[in-house]
């Protein structure tokens, strides 16, 4: 069974960091590019970066770009999100999802549960 | 503010049909297939309709995606109670960023 499990959200405050990770299972982890998506309360989805299958490109929405970075480390088939001077409008459920292809990305077919993260003083 | 635009709301009674549209720009929609994804209450979102009108494995039929141009709508068949879900369009743009809809509120009256 396709799996991934996200893990790292925690309350944080304005200006601080924090890693994201997605625990990937069931398939061939370097075969697909990877993404973050994020939910803010009560609001619509909002895409927030992706990686292709080698992790040789990397592209990020406007709204963190410079202040987050997506990785993946394809010997332990996991996914992460480094997320630096974190503001509060970044406060929100993170997903990890898979895509159906290598690169360029095509779309997200599995999705995790989700992680929270939440941006308070 | 979404990059693509969809209605907040839609509603139906069970049975009927619904549509729910969802606009977009040449760099985006005009240019790139449109996927839609169904959410419901309290659980991550489900790959709806991919390509403009596929569906994967274990929808029903009753789900069926178009694409026009800029625009593209989704529609619901035969309106069941538990298709009462928040649904989302989405694409990627030309610069290879994802973009969604806002979201649209499926009520079944």
């Known amino acids: 069974e396709v799996q991934l499990v996200e893990s790292g959200g925690v309350v944080v405050q304005p200006g601080g960091s924090l890693r994201l990770s997605c625990a990937a299972s069931?398939?061939?982890?370097?075969?697909?590019?990877m993404h973050w998506v994020r939910q803010a309360p009560g609001k619509g989805l909002e895409w927030v970066s992706l990686i292709s299958w080698d992790g040789g490109s990397t592209y990020y929405a406007d709204s963190v770009k410079g202040r987050f970075t997506i990785s993946r480390d394809n010997s332990k088939n996991s996914l992460y999100l480094q997320m630096n001077s974190l503001r509060t409008e970044d406060t929100a459920l993170y997903y990890c999802?898979?895509?159906?292809?290598?690169?360029?990305?095509?779309?997200?077919?599995?999705w995790g549960q989700g992680t929270t993260v939440t941006v308070s003083s | 503010q979404s990059v693509l635009t969809q209605p907040p709301s839609a509603s139906g009674t069970p049975g009927q049909r619904v549509t729910i549209s969802c606009s977009g720009s040449?760099?985006?929609?005009?240019?790139?297939?449109v996927n839609w994804y169904q959410q419901l209450p309290g659980t991550a979102p489900k790959l709806l309709i991919y390509?403009?009108?596929q569906r994967p494995s274990g929808v029903p039929d009753r789900f069926s995606g178009s694409k026009s141009g800029t625009s593209a709508s989704l529609a619901i068949s035969g309106l069941q109670s538990e298709d009462e879900a928040d649904y989302y369009c989405a694409a990627w743009d030309d610069s290879l960023k994802g973009v969604f809809g806002g979201g649209t509120k499926l009520t079944v009256l």
């Open positions: 999802a898979k895509d159906v292809g290598l690169f360029p990305p095509e779309l997200m077919d599995v």
């Open positions: 069931g398939f061939t982890f370097d075969d697909y590019t």
């Open positions: 040449s760099s985006n929609i005009g240019s790139n297939t």
């Open positions: 390509s403009n009108n």
